[in-house]
């Protein structure tokens, strides 16, 4: 494990949008580990010091009561294969125990990763008069019960709340000097103790992956009690990856401004691997175990550890835990943190971060900082960068997705005549459902309605026809047994959209010895019934296009049984007639793949949904260039801009006209 010396900050230097802090010439020294697996002797395990020699006895003495008689060895004298495969179990089983239980009684975890374990004070916060404590019940899924949660919260009468999340094994005091900072800005400040630590309940640690649904729940309490709040997140280290990670679960209800990550890791099976590496290390020191290279065993480890421990105990898949996800699909404003001497987690976990990040977004570098160590080694220049990040964060607001209006795609559905008088405007009429014309003839019927019609007999006696009725329905009326009353009409639809034909229907004389049958369909599908119901029924159907061009619609009724004894006529009443896009789904928002700025010129490729409109708008919505994504949905587009307005918008437009949240794009030399 790297030991980090801690100085003092003397230069700063900044560069775009990254602060660099650099230190004296006294900068952090490590203690390198080695990439070889080596069998220690008995006289240098007796060399290092007091605790880590407990460390590794403890060690010894948890494989010996596990392993005992399992222990097997080859003639040569090193461990046979059952052997290995039960020490690989055993081990895996002591990592998850160490990192994950709260309560560990074989191993020491302050010991084991070195610097964990220390409770700071703040006499700032004991003095505060406006703090409280909050606690929130939540269902742990790894026990199957209810965990009662723990918070501190500082009331500044705000309307802006910052949540500060703490790290691994810690708790709230050891995240003062942020809760300070941001307090001293003028939020209110919650600062919670994640499960399985300080004053929560709990018994699993589970590096965010159930913290993030504990974040999300701390937020819709705090809403609850001050409607209208704002939201900036914080965290340091696992409390980073968590308050990333909470972006996959917020509540959409929730205005989150922007996120702070303060050395937080990529992804946890990252740091599975420096976990085995802490503890194949100390391996090396334990007689017969270290036969064995479990350096070249340590993938094994990790898989062993997700699949027999992490998988059926905590009900989550290791890989699946990873902030690197969470910020590629996050729009909301980001500032990155890492110290470059962090032993802990590697500076390049923010380097990936930042690169794979959506939205606009900052990042900040400190050389010299151990882990957790940012705000204490970059002192002011630190709060200067957070301040300036949070004044530009507060006005970048994606503009929320938006829905077009749901529309009838029918035309004339008043069955006006056309200028000619020999049809009805945009439709086609039929007496029998396959052949349609445009023209008809029409008359007055006894009723004062015009009646069109779409058979007549050789007595020039209308034996189907279709008239508006009074009441602004529209009435089919047949007069002999095979014979029909039909409309069609054409749309223009779009693959892969679906399209929706409704109506009511009602029959005047449901019960009569002469029957009828409804007929509608839309593009492919079609239907036939008969309706012996009183009162009007809601019919529908629905279909997907398959292709791009017209679609037919129709609808209409035919006599299937005339009886004697019956009426001579059927007639069948239609109302509300529509055919709607039903898609009521905003595209997702866009993801930025590449963006680039020279000499006003700005240069942007991405993936928005296939097919599609992409606009680059200003924040007025006055659109700056309109491309196409292709059927992939990739797109590109460049188009000049100006410097004065530094703030742009991404949207994404469907063929409905429905719009994305948009992506904030912002322009800088």
Not at 11 to 32: D, P, Y
Not at 173 to 202: C, H, T, W
Not at 362 to 390: C, I, M, P, S, T
Request: hydrophobic fraction near 35%; include cysteine.
């Amino acid at each position: 494990m790297k030991k980090l010396v801690l100085v003092a900050l003397s230069i700063l230097l900044i560069v775009g949008n990254t602060v660099v802090f650099t230190a004296n010439a006294n900068a952090a020294t490590s203690e390198k580990t080695t990439d070889n697996f080596e069998i220690k002797t008995l006289a240098e395990r007796k060399e290092l010091p007091k605790n880590e020699q407990a460390l590794i006895n403890n060690i010894e003495d948890y494989l010996e009561n596990e392993i005992e008689g399992e222990l097997t060895l080859t003639r040569s004298g090193k461990p046979t294969t059952k052997a290995i495969n039960y020490l690989t179990d055993t081990l895996a089983e002591l990592a998850f125990e160490i990192t994950t239980k709260r309560d560990n009684p074989t191993i020491k975890v302050a010991d084991f990763f070195g610097f964990l374990g220390k409770i700071q004070q703040s006499k700032w916060f004991e003095g505060l008069t406006n703090k409280s404590d909050r606690y929130l019940t939540v269902y742990d899924e790894t026990t199957h019960s209810n965990i009662k949660l723990h918070a501190f919260y500082i009331d500044n009468k705000s309307d802006k709340t910052a949540l500060v999340h703490h790290g691994y094994r810690s708790n709230p005091m050891n995240v003062m000097k942020e809760a300070q900072f941001l307090s001293d800005e003028g939020y209110n400040v919650l600062i919670p103790d994640s499960r399985a630590s300080g004053a929560s309940e709990g018994t699993y640690i589970t590096f965010g992956a159930y913290e993030k649904n504990d974040l999300n729940a701390w937020l819709l309490q705090e809403q609850a009690k001050n409607p209208q709040q704002k939201f900036v997140l914080m965290g340091v280290s696992m409390g980073a990856a968590t308050v990333m990670m909470s972006q996959d679960v917020i509540s959409p209800t929730l205005d989150i401004e922007a996120i702070i990550e303060d050395c937080g890791y990529a992804r946890i099976s990252d740091q599975a691997h420096d976990v085995m590496r802490i503890l194949t290390s100390r391996l090396q020191y334990i007689p017969i175990v270290n036969l064995v290279d479990w350096y070249a065993y340590e993938d094994r480890l990790v898989d062993n550890l997700n699949e027999k421990h992490v998988k059926p105990i905590l009900k989550v898949d290791l890989f699946d835990i990873s902030p690197l996800k969470a910020v590629e699909h996050s729009s909301v404003p980001k500032l990155f943190i890492h110290g470059t001497s962090d032993g802990f987690i590697p500076p390049k976990a923010k380097d990936e971060l930042y690169e794979a990040a959506s939205g606009y977004k900052e990042q900040l570098e400190v050389v010299g900082a151990a882990h957790a160590q940012n705000l204490a080694v970059g002192g002011q220049a630190y709060k200067d960068k957070v301040r300036h990040f949070l004044k530009t964060a507060a006005l970048i607001k994606p503009l929320p997705a938006t829905l077009a209006p749901t529309e009838n795609l029918l035309l004339n559905t008043d069955l006006k005549i056309n200028d000619s008088k020999t049809g009805i405007s945009n439709w086609q009429t039929s007496g029998d459902g396959k052949n349609y014309k445009a023209t008809t003839v029409s008359k007055n019927s006894k009723n004062n309605e015009i009646e069109f019609a779409t058979d007549i007999s050789n007595y020039s006696t209308y034996r189907g026809a279709i008239s508006k009725m009074n009441n602004g329905g529209i009435r089919f009326y047949t007069q002999s047994a095979g014979i029909g009353a039909y409309l069609k009409q054409e749309i223009l639809a779009v693959s892969g959209e679906e399209y929706q034909l409704s109506f009511n229907t009602l029959n005047p004389n449901p019960l009569e010895w002469s029957e009828s049958q409804n007929r509608y369909g839309i593009g492919t599908a079609m239907k036939e019934e008969t309706q012996k119901t009183t009162g009007k029924v809601a019919q529908s159907l629905a279909v997907k296009a398959t292709k791009t061009g017209e679609l037919s619609v129709f609808f209409g009724t035919k006599m299937t049984v005339y009886n004697l004894l019956g009426r001579t006529y059927t007639q069948m009443y239609y109302h509300d007639i529509s055919v709607v896009n039903t898609d009521v789904t905003p595209p997702a928002q866009i993801k930025i793949t590449s963006t680039s700025f020279h000499r006003n010129t700005i240069n942007i490729s991405g993936k928005a949904e296939p097919n599609t409109t992409v606009r680059l708008m200003t924040p007025t919505k006055e659109q700056l260039i309109e491309v196409h994504s292709d059927d992939n949905g990739f797109f590109k587009l460049s188009t000049n801009v100006s410097l004065n307005q530094p703030i742009l918008h991404l949207i994404n437009s469907d063929v409905k006209g429905n719009t994305s949240k948009s992506m904030v794009v912002t322009v800088t030399e």
